[in-house]
């Protein structure tokens, strides 16, 4: 699900992967420690895609971490593992690598509802 574009002109959106969407809602992101998924950090998210979305976190996130993120939509909860891809201050972009596809297709089907993303620099 990786993505080479870093900037959001038209002709890049067009280069993605996935189409993004605008979204903001509170997101809970865990981090590992010792193993377990127990260090939480409240975050919001500025849009998303079925292959990730990008975040405005409370602190710094290091690129290639794992983490895992708990958000409401209309459907219901959504917990995903992925990756953070990117990060600018605290603007990171995440890529999903585990998610269900039944929750991919229902995500895919909710942006199709909500306004397209076009400005930013997250990748997902």
């Known amino acids: 699900m990786t993505q ?15 189409p993004r969407f605008e979204l903001s809602v509170p997101v809970i992101l865990r981090r590992t420690k010792a193993g377990s998924w127990d260090v939480v950090m409240p975050c919001m998210s ?3 895609s079925e292959g990730g979305l990008s975040l405005i976190s409370s602190g710094q996130l290091p ?3 794992e983490v895992e993120v708990e958000f409401r939509l209309p ?23 585990a ?4 929750v991919c297709e229902k995500i895919k089907s909710f942006c199709e509802t ?10 997902y």
């Open 4 to 18: 080479s574009a870093y900037s959001a002109t038209s002709d890049q959106v067009d280069q993605r992967r996935y």
């Open 46 to 48: 500025v849009e998303i």
């Open 63 to 65: 690129i290639g971490e």
């Open 75 to 97: 459907f219901g909860t959504v917990t995903a593992r992925g990756m953070i891809r990117n990060q600018m201050a605290f603007r990171c972009g995440l890529e999903f690598t």
């Open 99 to 102: 998610l269900d596809s039944a």
């Open 114 to 123: 909500l306004p397209r993303y076009v400005g930013g620099s997250s990748q």
